[in-house]
């Protein structure tokens, strides 16, 4: 695979390594932002760069796939520069700003897209799936699932006020839906992933943050606390998402079921399912799963079936529209 990477931020650079890892060349890139791109040309030995995406056309033999990791309200712009080459598209979740946005890709299903829903890189989810699939704890009676982050709480990874790579996070001009975008999107992916069909309830309570530098937009709140509720049939499913937590980073996922409990917690190991029963734990451990690194590639390679889709990159859209549509007519919030 001969990739170009459009974005030279962070993920951009993390695309890079992952791809790279996995026998890929990057040989160009796309941005911007001019001192990136040297940066990225001098340090990965890129082909060629580019700070105007029209120009892509001009080396348009030195590529057979793209990465997109780019600001969430630049995905579709940066889409549509580069649907014209027909190519396979790796693309950063969510997958747009917002619900309109997303079903504009529907116009380009000649240039399949991928959407990096990473937490499927997780063997223990794919575990959790198979020990529920399994249905040798009886009935399902509960689903609680959270990613809980607290950097705007902490700044542990940067100060958003002055950090580029976080304060766009907040910015509604910039992100879709704050942390329900950035966090709650893995979660709706990962709950597809375990029960197929999900239904939206209700939104339960919201915060953002109150500062003029990110002034809201009633259109697109910057959310810095979700607590919603799903359902998968009419078994109920807590959804809490933050990035103003105690946490640093923990994505966890129990499923209580009538005879015992299994349970995921990445910052236990992300390979492993805690079953809890009759008072005693057993620890499963997950065969290694597919990332969305090597599914993408794969399909670049070997033509191999995509399931991390441009339709269940809509899915996830729409239900996140639904959340934040049901916390405005609650009055969850104020803009």
């Known amino acids: 695979m001969r990739l170009l990477v459009i974005g030279c931020g962070g993920m951009g650079e993390y695309h890079i390594k992952k791809f790279n890892q996995l026998g890929a060349t990057v040989t160009g890139a796309a941005d911007l932002n001019y001192s990136k791109l040297k940066r990225f040309k001098e340090k990965y030995n890129l082909k060629f760069i580019c700070s105007d995406i029209d120009k892509i056309d001009d080396y348009s033999d030195e590529f057979d796939a793209i990465s997109i990791a780019v600001l969430d309200s630049l995905h579709l712009f940066a889409f549509e520069k580069i649907a014209k080459f027909k190519v396979p598209v790796f693309m950063e979740k969510p997958l747009a700003l917002n619900l309109k946005e997303a079903l504009t890709y529907k116009d380009y299903e000649e240039s399949p897209i ?96 109150k500062e003029k530098l990110f002034t809201q937009i009633k259109t697109n709140p ?61 620890v499963f451990t997950g065969d290694k799963a597919d990332s969305t690194y090597s599914l ?36 969850c919030y104020l803009c």
């Not at 794969?298 to 529209?321: A, F, H, M, S, Y």
Request: overall charge negative; aromatic content about 10%.
């Open 222 to 282: 910057n959310f810095t606390t979700c607590l919603a509720q799903f359902k998968h049939n009419d078994i109920p499913i807590e959804m809490l998402v933050s990035n103003e937590s105690d946490k640093m980073d923990e994505y966890k996922i129990k499923l209580m079921f009538d005879k015992g409990e299994l349970v995921f917690n990445n910052n236990i190991d992300r390979n492993q399912v805690k079953l809890i029963q009759n008072n005693s734990q057993r």
């Open 114 to 209: 991928m959407i990096n829903f990473s937490k499927r890189n997780y063997s223990g989810i794919s575990l959790l799936k198979n020990l529920l699939d399994d249905n040798t704890l009886g009935t399902l009676k509960k689903c609680e699932i959270s990613y809980l982050q607290n950097w705007t709480k902490t700044c542990c990874w940067g100060d958003y006020h002055t950090d580029s790579r976080w304060n766009w996070r907040l910015n509604p001009k910039y992100s879709c839906y704050g942390v329900l975008g950035d966090l709650g999107s893995h979660v709706i992916d990962t709950l597809i992933f375990l029960f197929g069909d999900i239904d939206f309830v209700s939104t339960d309570e919201v915060s953002f943050i």
């Open 296 to 331: 993408f590639t794969n399909l670049v390679d070997k033509n191999e079936k995509n399931t991390v889709n441009l339709n269940l990159g809509i899915r996830v859209q729409r239900l996140l529209e639904k959340v934040v549509e049901d916390a405005f007519d609650r009055g």
